[in-house]
């Protein structure tokens, strides 16, 4: 390979004095810059946007409450009849002085014939009608209920024995007692008025409860 020329070297090889021609025609070597040593500076990357966490708050469920214990069947039934309304009090019309109490039932309509005739019955055992009660009461009966009024001596007119709670246990014209309380059934007033057995059955229980010989 031949070896570079030196430009240094043209003098030795031409004496005369060299003449440099620019050709007009030669391309002009641009000449290059020495890259420089300023580092570029990289466009950052864009930073994708951060989600968005949307927070939801879960809702606090309340605790569920506590169920009581479900009452006993006997304590319900305390509870119930604790509750149950009372009894409306007992007002028997008359004076009421002298304890004897009469029953009858509440869609029995007394004629003033035998309520004339029930004066005399009381009045054959020396008593006032006007000093006795007389009570119109609806079926069941309840003695405890009628008990409130304490009665010496009930004298039921046309009400048969399982019409009372508790049941009595005689029939009619028998006399029994309840508790501290005689008492005597009969039929009713409609039927005493027109059947002389009857009255003379009733004429001799009344007799035996009270003591008239």
């Not at 090889?13 to 620019?22: E, G, V």
């Not at 025609?25 to 000449?31: G, M, R």
Request: hydrophobic share 40%; with cysteine.
């Amino acid at each position: 390979m031949a070896e570079a020329i030196n430009p240094g070297n043209w003098k030795d090889i031409f004496s005369d004095t060299l003449y440099i021609i620019n050709d007009p025609n030669a391309i002009a070597a641009t000449p290059v810059q020495a890259a420089s040593t300023t580092s570029v500076e990289m466009p950052k990357a864009v930073e994708a946007p951060k989600e968005t966490v949307v927070t939801t708050a879960t809702p606090s469920i309340p605790k569920s409450p506590s169920i009581p214990a479900s009452p006993s069947l006997t304590a319900v039934k305390e509870e119930i009849s604790s509750k149950a309304p009372e009894a409306p009090a007992l007002k028997p019309t008359g004076k009421y002085s002298n304890g004897i109490l009469i029953l009858m039932h509440v869609s029995y309509s007394m004629t003033s014939a035998q309520q004339e005739m029930l004066g005399k019955i009381v009045k054959a055992v020396q008593l006032d009608y006007n000093d006795c009660g007389v009570l119109l009461v609806s079926t069941p009966v309840s003695l405890t209920h009628i008990e409130t009024l304490k009665p010496r001596i009930i004298l039921s007119f046309g009400l048969p024995t399982d019409a009372f709670t508790p049941r009595l246990s005689k029939d009619l014209y028998a006399i029994q007692k309840h508790n501290n309380t005689i008492i005597l059934l009969a039929d009713a007033l409609a039927k005493l008025e027109t059947t002389v057995a009857l009255k003379a059955s009733l004429w001799n229980a009344m007799k035996e409860m009270f003591g008239i010989k």
